[in-house]
C-alpha cells in the first residue's frame, strides 16, 4: 500500500484526519450504539455510522447555514404509511441463501454499479413513487442488494444503478460512486420500521431527503448528485440531529419513538428530494394518524453535527 493510500485508509476510522487534532471520537463520530438487527444479520456494525450515538457530538459551525437552506418553517414529513393513504415507503425482502441469483441491466449508472446476478425474485415489491427502488437482504449471508429505479424484463431485472453491501462490515464504496441512492450509501439502514418504533426503541439514524445538496459529500456518503458550489447547501451524508432541548411532551406512541431516535442518532441526508422527507418502510402497523404528530416539527428544531470533512 502506497503513502496516499495508506492516507486514505487510515482516515477513514482517524477523527484527526477528518476533523483536526483534539476531538474526541465521541465529538467526531459519536458513540458506538447498541446496533440493530434484521432476519438474524446485524444491520452493520456497531461502530458504523448508521448505528453511532451522535447526542453529544459537535455543533457543525454552518449548521444555521445548512438549516436555513433546507427551509426553517419547513416540517418532518414521513414518507412512509400503513397503505391507507397510498403506497408510500421503501419495502425490502428476505430471500434465503439458497435464492436463484437473477442477471440485472443496468441502463444508466454501470460503471458505478456492482455487477449481477442479484438474489432478488422477479415478484419483489418495487417502491411506489419515482425511485422504484427494491431492496433484498439475504438471510445466512447477510449481503445487501438494493436498485434504483428497477423495473421487470423478461427473465431480468432493469436498474439505473445498482449496490451490493455486507452488513458486516465497515467498507464504503468506492469514492465517487452513486449506489441505489444518491450519496452512495445502503439504503436499508436508514429505514424506520414499524416494529421497532412500536417497541420504542430505534438505534440507528434515520435516510432523510432534502430538495437542493451542494457538490460535495461526508463519509460515509461516498458520492454528490448536485453541480451546485453554494458552500451553504448540505452536502450528502450530512447528519442532522433534533435539538436536545425540543420538547417531546406533546407526542406519543411511534412519533414519540422516532422524535427520540432523531435526538440520539439523527438523520442522514441520502439523496436529493422533498425537504425534510425520511424514509421508513410500507407497514399496515403504522398509526398514520400518531406519524401526522411529526408534521408540525419544523426544521428548525435541528442542527447540523460535525462528522468529518467535506470531500469534493
Known sequence: MGPMLRLVATCLTAAACLLGPGLTQAHAYGEPGPGTKLAGCPVMP?????????????????????????????????????????????????????????????????????????????????????????????????????????????????ADSGARFSLRSNRLRPAGWTSADAAGLPILPGLVKAGEANSGRITHAIRVTVSETQRGYIHPARHFASSSTRRSLPPMGLRLRLKPGYRLSRFSGQSLAILRAMK?????????????????????????????????????????????????
Open 46 to 158: 456497531r461502530s458504523n455510522p448508521w448505528n453511532r450515538d451522535i447526542s453529544r457530538a459537535k455543533v457543525h459551525p454552518l449548521s444555521s447555514r445548512y438549516i436555513a437552506a433546507i427551509g426553517l418553517s419547513t416540517t418532518l414529513h414521513p414518507d412512509f404509511g400503513s397503505g391507507r393513504w397510498g403506497n408510500y415507503g421503501i419495502p425490502f425482502r428476505v430471500v434465503g441463501r439458497g435464492q436463484k441469483k437473477i442477471p440485472v441491466l443496468f441502463t444508466a449508472f454501470g460503471s458505478e454499479s456492482d455487477r449481477g446476478p442479484y438474489p432478488i425474485p422477479l415478484d419483489t415489491r418495487v417502491e411506489g413513487g419515482s425511485d422504484d427502488h427494491v431492496i433484498a437482504l439475504q438471510r445466512g449471508t447477510c449481503r445487501l442488494y438494493e436498485l434504483y429505479r428497477a423495473r421487470r424484463g423478461k427473465g431480468r431485472w432493469l
Open 264 to 312: 440520539k442518532y439523527g438523520l442522514i441526508v441520502a439523496d436529493n428530494g422533498s425537504d425534510m422527507y425520511f424514509s421508513g418502510t410500507p407497514d399496515r402497523r403504522w398509526n398514520d394518524d400518531v406519524l401526522d404528530q411529526l408534521k408540525s416539527v419544523p426544521a428548525r428544531a435541528f442542527e447540523a453535527v460535525a462528522t468529518g470533512r467535506i470531500h469534493r
